[in-house]
């Protein structure tokens, strides 16, 4: 996200933080380099560079990690979280607790609170939420401790990983990909996830008739994922004149949302449907 920052009107501006530990991080005045800063908790690198890849959608960043972000992090993370270490298949009945749970992952959930919501209003659905955002982490986990979403699971590490390597075909019942990095600058534009090998390879991971969910309010952005996905022969549009989507309501407001709505950006929802190709 911090590439985006030397755009005057790219997400990244909109969070910026102080990286690395601060008094509040969790890194005492003793601790020693290269112990861990929540024991416990999310690993810095868990895929590690043997599945480094060379284009991320993301920068590797800390941000600032409050004190009730932190201790979450440290208590909740060995119930709820997951790291991406590239090297095991995935059950997710057994990662829920329930064989028969229909699992959804959104890739970049942020601060969590929209995915809070929507796992509050749908607790017959699984949520598993990737991001490398360590605070965005500890907020997570403790909004599903506050709601009690049991159905909420929180992975630390690149999608990619997840999806390439830890999920087995058709076993997602959808996917959601709100607000993602919108990378500005042309030379970024390859950095941008919703490309047509990424739509390819969460095609496999989703059953036929599962809906893949994006939303931007970035107009080039919106474009190319329109572009995309219609391109795709694995999804169907969702909407009969194969267009933008209305905003449903079951998508809460999201933090990046509501202040792309402040500068008058217009958002655009894109709903497509896993078909049986
Ligand atoms: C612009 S923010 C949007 C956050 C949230 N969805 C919202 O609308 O407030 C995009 C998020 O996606 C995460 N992200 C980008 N690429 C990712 C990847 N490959 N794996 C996991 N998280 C990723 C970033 O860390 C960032 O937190």
Redesign the pocket.
Known sequence: ?SE?STAPDA??E??RTVPGPGPESGRGPGRDRGEPLFPGGPAADPAGSHHERRI????P?RGRVTAGQGEALRRLWPQWGLD?DGLHRLDLGALFGDPDLPVVL??????????ARMAAADPGTGILA????TP?QGNLLALAERDGLSNVRV?N??????LREMLAPAALSGLR??????WPKKRHHKRR?LQPEFVELAATRLRPGALLHC?TDWEPYAEQMLEVLTASPSFDNTQPDGGYSPRPDFRPL??????GLDKGHIVHDLIFRRNDA
């Open positions: 996200m985006n997400h990244a909109r969070d991320r959608s993301f920068r960043r991406i959104e890739i970049g959930f942020g601060m969590g609170e929209a995915t990737v991001d490398v955002h965005g992975a590490g690149d999608a990619i990983i997840l990909v709100y607000f993602p990095d919108p996830l939303a999201t933090k990046f949302e509501s202040q």
